[in-house]
């Protein structure tokens, strides 16, 4: 009886040393809508619930300018909900809804309590020309019959010598003007 106790004491202790932790995120969105669905998408393929940037070291990163990841994405432009004609063209300004860095060239992350540092998103249009916050794009042309993908890339750039660890995330807001 004695040894059965100590088993199922040892049993039991050993159990809270597996313990973990973990982090669960909340994402979501409320917007205005518009003149029709713009949707953003893995380019020439489905909705992206959001683009992930990866997985970092904080170790990693020893200096300014570093680019840490590049994902490729796109906004579709589908001529079945918005009004696309023959010859129409598009642009995008994509706004920075946690600011710009210092430079005015690169869009924040957001900051706070369980959020890494030294780090800002770089956005790239489709001649791979930097967009500052609320510049606009270089024009796509859109096709009338057909659903346009405006290819765009984003890059993580450090912004100090010394990146933090936490959380990487980042608000942008875009406009499509279709002419």
């Known amino acids: 009886m004695k040894r059965m106790l100590a088993l199922l004491a040892l049993t039991l202790g050993c159990s809270s040393a597996m313990a973990n932790k973990g982090i669960i995120n909340f994402e979501g969105t409320v917007s205005a809508g518009g003149t029709c669905q713009i949707d953003v998408v893995t380019p020439g393929g489905p909705l992206l619930p959001s683009i992930h940037m990866g997985d970092h070291k904080a170790s990693d990163f020893t200096q ?37 860095d210092p430079s005015g060239q690169l869009y924040q992350l957001q900051s706070g309590i369980g959020y890494a540092t030294g780090m800002a998103l770089a956005l790239l249009d489709k001649s791979n020309a930097p967009l500052a916050p609320d510049t606009e794009s270089a024009e796509y042309t859109l096709d009338a019959t057909q659903p346009t993908d405006l290819n765009f890339l984003a890059k993580l750039q450090t912004t100090s010598a010394t990146v933090t660890e936490g959380q990487i995330a980042s608000s942008i807001s875009f406009l499509v003007d279709i002419r």
Do not use: E, H, M, W
């Open 64 to 100: 300014v300018g570093q680019i840490a990841k590049t994902a490729k994405f796109a906004l579709r432009v589908d001529p079945t909900s918005c009004a696309v004609s023959a010859g129409d063209v598009a642009a995008v300004t994509y706004s920075a809804n946690y600011g710009a």
